[in-house]
């Protein structure tokens, strides 16, 4: 029905870039926002980055400055720009979507498998 695939994962050095990509498809009717998680290895689940259907976006403290999240809805896919990159980056990245399907009214949520983002020197 809907499906969220996360891409763009893998080992960088501090200091360093990597761009997350995240394609939603399905019977999508409307999404009303798209974002970003992080969990590190006995952490909690926490919000870093997310974009409304009309462009607000929100972002955690620890990343603001350093993270961009951008969307492009001719391909319903949203990105996260990771730069200056710390080793406490390091989690899997889930993408999330708050959106209304063909089939259902009512919004939902949809996560993506993840993807491992791995900071270190």
């Known amino acids: 029905q809907v499906q969220l695939v996360e891409s763009g994962g893998g080992l960088v050095q501090p200091g360093g870039s990597l761009r997350l990509s995240c394609v939603a498809s399905?019977?999508?009717?409307?999404?009303?926002?798209m974002g970003w998680y992080r969990q590190a290895p006995g952490k909690q689940r926490e919000l870093v980055a997310h974009i409304t259907s009309g462009g607000n976006t929100n972002y955690a403290d620890s990343v603001k400055g350093r993270f961009t999240t951008s969307r492009d809805n001719a391909k319903n896919t949203v990105y996260l720009q990771m730069n200056s990159l710390k080793p406490e980056d390091t989690a899997v990245y889930y993408c999330n979507a708050l959106l209304t399907t063909r089939e259902f009214g009512s919004k939902y949520q949809y996560w993506g498998q993840g993807t491992q983002v791995t900071v270190s020197s």
């Open positions: 399905g019977s999508i009717f409307s999404i009303n926002r």
